[in-house]
């Protein structure tokens, strides 16, 4: 309700926004940043490519797959996910008046978390029939269906088809609402191959990758071509499939079945030259894999993930067919397989199949004979990108798709310099930044967040180096945007007894932000034992340190260094790339050094000229985070700021957490798709598990994986090996009161001082 009072606030508020206030800034002129500048990316990145975007004039909405019209025309195809298929001509540069809608079935497809239109195959000879396949999760049933259609395009020159051409070839109900593969594809014997998950939740609680009895877990291999279909299905299924005659579950096996023990075959290809099937698999929670998918083949799960056991603990490989490659959670999260090159424009690229993960946008390669294997080899340590499929047109050229960015990329020879700093020392105003000192003299600015992250007690300061006098880009919501050759920088500090912080403080490590060709870069330096510099590290890794908790007791600190890839599973971008420089973090006061002066950061960067535009309102009418430690504030608030400062730069719409959760500040409870919602990835034995359980607070699954410290599934994933127990105490008795208020009464409440 509006009062009287809150009307003569803002009023005044305005007011003084308006006029300026009696009370200095804390910085009161911004000096041009000359000191602290950085031109270039290091040479001595692992890698040997970078990205480069092609048709910049184009960009879509959540693209997952990209493929070659097989009719010589020329066009490409972008899937996606929310049920549209785009068309436009390989040109230099198409605008966008050139993209076409070739097939909207957005009506039809459920696009939430995992699912939606996933995939796409044009049938061999597309020229003549018009004939193309799609996969897409159909809205008709709850959790889903997976659901394989034929549409036709009764004159193939034309760029958009009639949906009501559609005829349904197979149905696949889905227990749960993620891992539903969805990738589709023709072989060079001209059968359709399908990918399906395992069925979702976390661990294959149905067991479906060692159960052939169902069609999840696997590829399948089927003939929608023929033109007679076997008797109560709309295709025929071929009779030297591997199980057609029975398999490891006798009559009762499926006979479609190709290979199975899949957990999520995100995007297969075959090698168009020598007909091998190469796929990712996407992991649990400790590996991903590349396979070479041979006919009635085990690919291990859930009794294997990746090259190691995962369900029992310790197992016998026996019988299943191990990965080509494989990798752990220091170089990503969620592979995205790829397709063999054989292009002309990376000549040191040909015969390599090029595959990346989603999470950090790193880019490998590997050679396969079909017997041996070489490599993988880095491509791309970090291209920025999440990258969500790959495509390959009629020449062998590979392309790339970003995600959350919407572009299309391709691979080029990379042009790192040797100017990027190998230590702190090469640069000395770097130097003493890594140091903490103070240089707002030299336009080198500090800052401090209300809520941050949890890095397991360790202490941190924080500067932002702006080239010259360059403004950033602000907005209400999510990260401010940067300009290029930005650097953020935050050191890492440990307290080796935390009964005294500041007379134990053992100077650690100092983290990098760098933006460079539009893109965030992690880059991670170890200090010496004597605190003199820090060197940077090529990857990551994990140190220990003996500390003494706040209760006098000794610990054991596993402090991780993060790799290059790593950092940018956090930074992400869907958050674009930063964390704690966002409106609702920086809406508080802070004890500025040099001046002495306690002011609110959001005025004196305004004043200063570092925002364009400038602030639409007073701080006071803008949104802003309690500090969770802060008791002052109310308990809601508290606990909200904790989930959006470590949390919600993954668990929001488009983030990389495989999950609906949306953990943002801004979100009111009722939106988050977590409180007495059940679980999708798994109820960890837990009786009635909810995500948030309202009813009975040791229900919530939310709660039980932050007290985990396993590596598997503890929240947050990364950069931790201590368990916040001041944050469970807190989440713990927000969660007991929570209830579901209205809309407005949380908006108002979240906007609110208290």
């Known amino acids: 309700m509006v009062t009287y009072f809150s009307v003569i606030s803002a009023a005044i508020a305005l007011t003084l926004f308006s006029s300026g206030a009696a009370h200095p800034y804390g910085i009161e002129t911004r000096v041009p940043n000359t000191a602290l500048l950085i031109d270039e990316l290091p040479s001595e990145l692992p890698g040997t490519m970078q990205t480069r975007r092609v048709f910049p004039g184009l960009s879509f909405s959540n693209p997952v797959l990209i493929v070659d019209v097989p009719d010589a025309s020329n066009r490409l195809c972008v899937v996606r996910k929310n049920g549209l298929i785009r068309i436009f001509p390989k040109t230099v540069n198409p605008a966008s008046e050139d993209v076409s809608s070739f097939l909207n079935i957005s009506d039809q497809v459920l696009d939430a978390g995992e699912q939606g239109l996933l995939g796409l195959a044009f049938d ?188 029992p603990p310790t197992c016998d490989p026996a019988g299943l067919v191990l990965p080509l490659a494989d990798y752990g959670r220091s170089e990503g999260s969620s592979v995205t397989g790829g397709y063999v090159y054989y292009g002309s424009e990376v000549s040191a690229l040909y015969g390599q199949y090029v595959y990346g993960d989603f999470a950090s946008g790193k880019i490998w390669s590997l050679g396969y004979t079909g017997a041996t294997v070489h490599g993988p080899h880095v491509l791309v340590s970090n291209s920025g990108l999440n990258i969500s499929g790959f495509g390959q047109d009629a020449s062998g050229e590979v392309y790339v798709l970003d995600y959350h960015g919407g572009g299309v990329y391709v691979l080029d020879q990379s042009s790192g310099g040797g100017g990027f700093p190998s230590r702190l020392s090469d640069i000395p105003a770097l130097l003493a930044a890594g140091r903490g000192v103070d240089q707002t003299h030299l336009g080198i600015i500090p800052y401090k967040p209300s809520a941050a992250l949890w890095s397991d007690g360790a202490l941190k300061e924080r500067f932002m180096a702006l080239p010259e006098l360059e403004p950033a880009g602000y907005q209400n919501r999510g990260g401010w945007d940067f300009p290029e050759n930005s650097i953020l920088i935050k050191n890492f500090v440990i307290p080796l007894d935390e009964r005294d912080p500041a007379g134990s403080a053992k100077r650690a490590e100092t983290r990098l932000l760098y933006r460079k060709n539009g893109l965030w870069h992690g880059f991670s330096y170890e200090w010496d034992d004597s605190g003199s510099d820090a060197r940077l590290l090529l990857t990551g890794k994990t140190k220990t340190f003996n500390i003494t908790d706040k209760n006098g007791l000794p610990v054991i600190l596993s402090y991780l260094y993060p790799s290059r890839s790593q950092c940018i599973q956090c930074h992400t971008r869907v958050a674009n790339g930063v964390l704690g420089l966002t409106t609702a973090q920086l809406n508080v006061d802070y004890l500025y050094p040099a001046s002495q002066v306690t002011d609110n950061q959001l005025r004196t960067l305004d004043h200063i000229g570092l925002f364009t535009p400038s602030l639409p309102a007073d701080p006071d009418l803008l949104p802003r985070m309690p500090d969770p430690a802060d008791t002052s504030a109310s308990l809601q608030r508290r606990a909200r700021a904790y989930l959006a400062s470590n949390c919600s730069m993954c668990h929001q719409p488009g983030g990389p957490a495989p999950t609906h959760i949306d953990l943002r500040w801004e979100v009111v409870n009722s939106r988050m798709n977590a409180v007495d919602v059940p679980p999708g990835n798994g109820d960890f034995n837990l009786d009635g598990a909810l995500i948030i359980s309202t009813g009975r607070v040791d229900d919530s699954v939310l709660l039980l994986r932050m007290t985990l410290r396993d590596g598997l599934f503890q929240m947050p994933p990364l950069a931790t090996s201590r368990v916040d127990q001041d944050a469970i105490a807190l989440l713990r008795q927000w969660i007991a009161q929570i209830k579901r208020p209205s809309l407005d009464a949380v908006r108002l409440l979240l906007l609110s001082g208290d």
């Not at 003549?128 to 259609?149: A, K, L």
């Not at 199980?243 to 490891?248: D, E, K, N, V, W």
């Open 124 to 311: 061999p000879d597309y020229a003549s029939s018009g004939e193309f396949y799609v996969y897409y999760s159909w809205n008709g049933t709850d959790p889903g269906t997976s659901r394989i259609s034929r549409f036709t395009n009764d004159n193939p020159a034309d760029n958009t088809v009639d949906p009501s051409s559609q005829e349904i070839v197979l149905e696949v109900s889905q227990p749960y609402t993620n891992h539903n593969g969805g990738m589709i594809a023709f072989g060079p014997d001209e059968m359709l191959y399908v990918g399906l998950g395992d069925g979702g939740s976390g661990g294959d609680p149905l067991n479906s990758g060692q159960d052939t009895t169902t069609l999840l877990g696997s590829i399948l291999r089927i003939d929608v071509r023929s033109d007679e279909t076997d008797p109560g299905l709309n295709y025929r299924i071929p009779t030297d499939n591997p199980f057609y005659s029975g398999g490891p579950d006798g009559p009762s096996t499926r006979k479609e079945i190709y290979a199975y023990g899949l957990r999520n075959p995100w995007r297969f290809s075959f090698d168009s030259l020598n007909g091998y099937l190469l796929a990712g698999d996407v992991g649990q929670a400790a590996r991903e894999e590349i396979d070479s998918i041979t006919p009635g083949g085990n690919f291990g799960w859930r009794i294997m993930e990746g090259s190691g056991c995962y369900d």
